[in-house]
């Protein structure tokens, strides 16, 4: 049974209840906003959920934004899916989110946190996060298959 983290901050709220998330709204801004996920069955975004440790920005009770890790729990956390949508933005909420996951206490001490972006390193520089540096970088290995959802029948 998964304790449920919720911190609140005026009309804003960050929760790790899974039953408050919309997934419409999730599952909207994956498939036709966001670079990573282009084209992604509302199915793989279900199931993505289920098996990780989400965390909804809402503002009343509006989904607002999300992210998501896939961790043990012990010694690693990949972080995955951040947005807040459009309207939302330029108000502190993405490092706030950002700040509210990376305290969650079922998440301290930590060995690893990864992560991949585009265009989000100033947001998480802000909070810690580093570049891996070149002696580090050839560690690092991976099986990428950008289109997968093009070939998806749902």
Known sequence: MQTIYEVVDGMYCITTDNT???????????????????????????????????????????????????????????????????????????KWLMQTIQAHPGLQNLRRWLLTTKDAHGLYAQLGWIKPPPDYIYRFMMIHNPDVYKKWES
């Open 20 to 94: 408050k998330l919309d997934i419409n709204v999730i599952h909207q801004f994956l498939s036709e906003e966001s670079y990573w996920a282009k084209g992604i069955p509302k199915s793989v975004v279900e199931k993505s959920i289920a098996n990780s440790l989400c965390f909804g920005l809402f503002c009343k009770n509006e989904q607002i934004g999300f992210a998501r890790l896939v961790t043990d729990k012990a010694t690693f956390a990949y972080l995955a899916d951040v947005f807040v949508l459009k309207q939302y933005r330029g108000k502190g909420l993405s």
